[in-house]
């Protein structure tokens, strides 16, 4: 179970972060090693078609797994994105929900898993997040 007081260092630091306000991110669940949360649609940054671009679920991978690694190490320290790939299963025309399950937290790198959801309960896309932990 996730300690208060980390949860609210992450809120606190997620209030810094320009992405969550641009995703229309929400926090809907923390535990150690796992981060669930929505992102708005926003119809501005569709592609071609109509629907929540690939880029921005993309986007999304990216944030929810950070704040699943955070939820062991801190908001604190500092990861850049090593690697990410996403697997689009189907179009997502609502927000979706990202869960994201940290796979290992390495001396030096986190494989993070995650699955997209939409408001419906399909899966529309999963995705691996690698984050490098850049030493002080």
């Given at each position: 179970?996730?300690d208060?007081?980390r949860?609210e260092?992450?809120?606190?630091?997620?209030?810094?972060?320009?992405?969550?306000t641009?995703?229309?991110l929400e926090?809907?669940?923390?535990d150690?090693?796992?981060?669930?949360?929505?992102?708005?649609?926003?119809?501005?940054f569709?592609?071609?078609l109509?629907g929540?671009?690939?880029?921005?679920?993309?986007?999304?991978?990216?944030?929810v797994?950070?704040?699943?690694?955070?939820?062991?190490?801190g908001?604190?320290?500092?990861?850049?994105?090593?690697?990410?790939?996403?697997r689009?299963?189907?179009?997502?025309?609502?927000?979706?929900?990202a869960n994201?399950?940290?796979?290992?937290?390495?001396k030096?790198?986190?494989?993070?898993?995650?699955e997209?959801?939409?408001l419906?309960?399909k899966l529309?896309?999963?995705?691996?997040?690698t984050?490098?932990?850049?030493?002080?």
């Amino acid at each position: 179970m996730l300690d208060a007081t980390r949860r609210e260092a992450i809120l606190q630091r997620s209030r810094t972060a320009p992405c969550v306000t641009a995703l229309g991110l929400e926090f809907l669940e923390f535990d150690d090693g796992f981060c669930r949360l929505s992102a708005r649609h926003d119809p501005r940054f569709d592609g071609v078609l109509p629907g929540f671009h690939g880029g921005m679920l993309a986007n999304v991978a990216d944030c929810v797994a950070w704040f699943a690694i955070a939820t062991l190490n801190g908001p604190d320290e500092t990861l850049v994105t090593s690697d990410l790939s996403v697997r689009y299963l189907a179009p997502c025309m609502t927000d979706v929900v990202a869960n994201a399950r940290v796979i290992k937290l390495g001396k030096t790198l986190c494989p993070v898993a995650i699955e997209m959801f939409d408001l419906s309960g399909k899966l529309v896309a999963v995705a691996q997040v690698t984050y490098f932990r850049v030493s002080d």
